[in-house]
């Protein structure tokens, strides 16, 4: 029913994100409304509620606002699912042949993009304004740093900041922005991982980049122009009139205008209780883009990288484009499927290049820069990833022969799921509220439920005790869970590096997963080869 229901327009008029649903289950197919619509209906779908909410509807539920993520539920016809990993059985590439050597343990699963070493191929991030990073950034960071990976600290952090300190226009202290680097820094190794700051219209006239270098000695700095969830400028919720003044004189879209007296009076009865802040949609140029990365390496940045969403065909073609020509070192691409804190919910659904799509479409325009001799940024995918077999298959699916164009994969939501799935759990311990039947299988405390805590431990020593338990929680699933099931598969590949997996490693299950991608159906798999080994 489910698998139906996503593939048509029924779930419009229904969908947990917005805290609606449909009197009955047999909707039409076409609308999603009830076959029969009656007046005295208890329930509340799409269209009721946006009687009574109107512009409200357009987002997730607002009351979990700050502490949840949300993200498309549109079936897109096309994702990781539609292809399989090839297995062998003899052989071994990276490692000596040899079975006492060739133990999946061994394999190196490390990877380098834009010249940034990551124990694992996973950038985290970007996490912005929005409260839900705020709230969860203990854990965020220093869970990061603990696993060497890339953690991106997003947009608008420093335009927010209730205590940062502006001079013309231009901010010179962010204790946000400040906390959060220096979080990070206090776990990190040095060598791999790092911290980017990203950085919106907004930032860039706060100057935040240039704060960010020459105050924070932060190396990277990532130019947003987008995301798969969303093709208009980031939003979050206020919920004081005092912040929503605040914010519209730093130059922030408030919605309403917290400066009417009409919608003072209607926040002060209770009529809506958020306002809404919006950033300004970048308008990027060729020259000026190259101007801008010139200028950003002379202020002292080490990297500069892209952010991009999941435009149409012919934006990712130039921004491949202008990012060859300015020579970033990487550029992120997010496709429809991820999620937010708070996108309008109809544009995660109903629009943007689903991920599976959009990296076909970007490697297209790698090969062509290849095959003309041009600079090739490094790429990270983003986009609904959540697991280690999804993220081979998207490096295996970028090696045309010559090494993986995408070298590390970009999560938001499923970091920041573990985390505040930690944070809760600890909470519960706390409150003496485990539920009984988690204490009994894992433990009735954190050092016994969180697996990795005893490695964390041995590794730190003393210094465990500033490591908040949803650090731990973090670098348990990016390490013992994605690592060592990253580790597993390439080990099935018989490949022990991770640069070393290639299309050849995937077979496609549907004729429209091999007419995407190029990736040949699993029957036509070295169907030659029969004649050829057996002859």
């Known amino acids: 029913m489910t698998k139906r229901v996503m593939r048509n327009s029924s779930y419009l008029n229904g969908m947990s994100v917005t805290g609606t649903r449909t009197r009955v289950e047999d909707v039409s197919p076409s609308s999603g409304m009830c076959p029969i619509c009656i007046k005295n209906c208890p329930i509340l779908c799409e269209i009721g509620l946006s009687a009574f909410r109107g512009r409200e509807v357009l987002y997730p539920e607002p009351e979990p606002f700050g502490w949840s993520t949300a993200a498309s539920l549109k079936d897109y016809r096309l994702d990781w699912s539609d292809f399989n990993i090839l297995s062998r059985l003899r052989g071994a590439e990276g490692i000596e042949p040899d079975p006492d050597k060739a ?5 190196d699963i490390s990877s380098e993009i834009g010249g940034i070493p990551l124990r694992i191929p996973i950038v985290s991030g970007a996490y912005g304004s929005t409260a839900v990073a705020k709230n969860n950034w203990d854990g965020l960071a220093v869970g990061a740093a603990l696993a060497g990976i890339i953690i991106v600290i997003g947009e608008n952090v420093c335009g927010m900041d209730p205590e940062a300190r502006f001079s013309n ?3 010179t202290y962010s204790k946000d922005m400040e906390y959060r680097v220096k979080r990070f820094r206090g776990f990190w190794d040095g060598k791999y991982g790092g911290i980017a700051v990203q950085t919106n219209v907004e930032d860039q006239r706060l100057g935040v980049d240039v704060y960010a270098i020459s105050k924070l000695e932060v190396d990277v700095i990532e130019r947003k122009w987008g995301q798969g969830a969303k093709a208009i400028g980031g939003e979050v919720r206020l919920h004081t009139i005092e912040r929503a003044l605040e914010l519209k004189k730093r130059g922030y879209l408030v919605i309403p205008d917290p400066e ?7 926040f002060k009865a209770g009529v809506f209780k958020s306002f809404e802040r919006h950033s300004r949609v970048g308008m990027p140029t060729e020259r000026g883009f190259i101007e801008d990365v010139e200028w950003l390496r002379e202020q002292g940045a080490k990297k500069v990288s892209i952010k991009t969403g999941a435009y149409r065909p012919v934006d990712v073609a130039w921004t491949m484009k202008v990012a060859s020509e300015a020579k970033v070192d990487y550029v992120t691409f997010d496709g429809a499927g991820g999620g937010t804190g708070m996108s309008p919910v109809p544009m995660m659904n109903e629009m943007s290049t689903p991920t599976v799509y959009l990296e076909s479409q970007v490697l ?9 001799g041009k600079h090739v940024p490094d790429i990270s995918i983003a986009g609904g990833f959540i697991s280690e077999t999804q993220i081979f298959k998207s490096i295996a699916l970028s090696n045309f022969g010559d090494g993986p164009a995408v070298k590390a994969i970009t999560m938001a939501r499923a970091p920041l799921t573990a985390v505040m799935k930690s944070l809760y759990y600890t909470e519960l311990y706390e409150a003496g509220k485990l539920p009984r039947i988690f204490a009994e299988r894992f433990g009735d405390k954190p050092e016994t439920f969180f697996v990795g805590y005893s490695e964390i431990k041995a590794k730190y020593g003393e210094r465990i005790k500033d490591i908040p338990f949803p650090a731990i929680g973090l670098y348990t699933y990016i390490v013992e869970r994605i690592g060592t099931g990253l580790k597993q598969l390439l080990a099935g590949t018989r490949k022990w590096k991770l640069n070393l997996i ?30 050829a080994i057996l002859d």
């Open 169 to 171: 226009g231009k901010v």
């Open 502 to 531: 290639n299309r050849s490693d995937l077979a496609a299950l549907t004729e429209k997963a091999s007419k995407v991608t190029g990736i040949p159906t699993i029957d036509k798999v070295e169907e030659d080869m029969y004649e």
């Open 260 to 266: 009417d007296p009409s919608v003072q009076e209607a």
């Open 364 to 372: 297209k325009c790698v090969q062509i820069l290849k095959r003309k």
């Open 103 to 107: 133990l999946f343990p061994n394999v």
